[in-house]
């Protein structure tokens, strides 16, 4: 059984955040944030806005465009880092669109959550016994980020995007080719530490999200005597997130050497060279990224899709968004090949070969 995307939706915030806007509340300027990251403003949640609406909004663009009715989903896999309950926010899209015969769970893997949800929604089509995948890709680090942090806050959007990935008996495919890796121990470079908390009987190295990028840990446990009380367990009031810490230059130094690798990989598989790339359409993290991974790979300015200067970096949304706006205004066209790769926290990296 081969696969096809046959539809695509994307939804934002309101809210619109300027550079100027920005330059109220920190150190910076419209001129510094543009000439180094290619972004001049974003949307962030608002009101009553969430995640799991946005998640929503764009799920529905896609079906209709999929001409798929919600009933016919078999799976839907939402790829975030910033769900709104810890179990996970699958099931909640799940109910809200009323894709009642499917099953739904999150996938978490930061900026490149879409790109590994597209392969799992290729895998379980080709297992068989599921025709329409609905993959997500939906963040809202405007919840975590510090405003205060000039060096990230600028950086970051809300959004979300969605494609509808259908079985097709014909063989055809629309993922080419991919390629998917992690290094755990480039992971310091990027983070977003759960649980910070207080330290029992003066350690604080074990327990509960101890250890290094755990934010301090929780320990839970008994004393020297082997005794257990209250005193043992977090209270509500340690139980907190901490904000997005980032190393800016390693992972800038780190996309710039392994997307290109990444892409190559999959294009490998595919049997594709990047002459026959239709589009680069990379996760929206920084203009200087973008050129500098299509110049490795020799990719002209005029085939390489970016729209961060609207909406920076909206993690697991950025590349779905990109995609469903280039669908959308006719830049991608049925048939084009277009190459993609997510890249972030973990570390992870993934790149995809997909036909349209
Ligand atoms: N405005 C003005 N000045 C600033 C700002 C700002 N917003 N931020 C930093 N600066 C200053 C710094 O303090 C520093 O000043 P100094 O030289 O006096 O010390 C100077 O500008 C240079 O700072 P750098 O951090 O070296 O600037 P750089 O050119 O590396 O740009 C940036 C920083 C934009 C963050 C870049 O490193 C980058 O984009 N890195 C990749 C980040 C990324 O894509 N992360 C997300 C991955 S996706 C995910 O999984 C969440």
């Not at 209709?64 to 078999?74: K, R």
């Not at 755990?214 to 209270?235: R, Y």
Request: glycine share 14%; hydrophobic share 40%.
């Amino acid at each position: 059984v081969g696969s096809r995307l046959i539809g695509c939706g994307s939804a934002v915030p309101s809210c619109v955040i300027s550079n100027d806007d920005l330059s109220v509340v920190v150190d910076t300027s419209d001129e510094w944030i543009m000439s180094r990251t290619g972004i001049r403003r974003r949307r962030i949640l608002s009101g009553d806005e969430s995640l799991t609406d946005l998640a929503v909004e764009s799920s529905r663009r896609a079906l209709e465009m999929a001409n798929v009715a919600p009933s016919e989903v078999d799976l839907v896999l939402l790829c975030t880092s910033t769900p709104e309950d810890m179990f996970g926010s699958a099931c909640k899209v799940q109910a809200a669109i009323g894709a009642t015969n499917s099953i739904a769970f999150d996938i978490t893997a930061a900026c490149s959550g879409f790109v590994l949800g597209l392969v799992t929604a290729t895998r379980f089509i080709r297992g068989g016994g599921y025709k329409n995948v609905l993959v997500v890709g939906a963040d809202a680090l405007s919840r975590y980020v510090d405003w205060t942090d000039r060096g990230t806050c600028i950086l970051f959007g809300d959004g979300s995007g969605a494609v509808v990935v259908q079985a097709a008996e014909d063989g055809s495919d629309g993922l080419l080719g991919f390629d998917l890796r992690s290094d755990g121990n480039g992971g310091r470079h990027l983070k977003l530490p759960i649980l910070t908390g207080r330290c029992v009987n003066g350690s604080n190295t074990g327990g509960v999200g101890g250890g290094e990028g755990g934010g301090g840990g929780i320990a839970v446990g008994k004393d020297q005597e082997g005794h257990i009380g209250s005193e043992f367990f977090p209270s509500p009031s340690d139980l907190h997130c901490k904000t997005l810490e980032m190393n800016g230059r390693d992972v800038f130094r780190f996309a710039v050497r392994a997307v290109p690798e990444a892409l190559e990989a999959a294009m490998e598989e595919a049997g594709l060279t990047p002459g026959l790339i239709d589009w680069l359409l990379l996760h929206q993290a920084n203009q200087r990224i973008l050129d500098s991974v299509a110049a490795t790979l020799r990719i002209p300015q005029e085939r390489v899709i970016s729209n961060l200067i609207d909406y920076g970096n909206t993690s697991a949304a950025s590349i779905p968004l990109a995609l469903d706006e280039a669908v959308r205004s006719g830049q991608i066209k049925p048939g084009h090949v277009v190459a993609t790769a997510g890249f972030g926290a973990g570390l992870t990296w993934a790149s995809a070969i997909i036909r349209w």
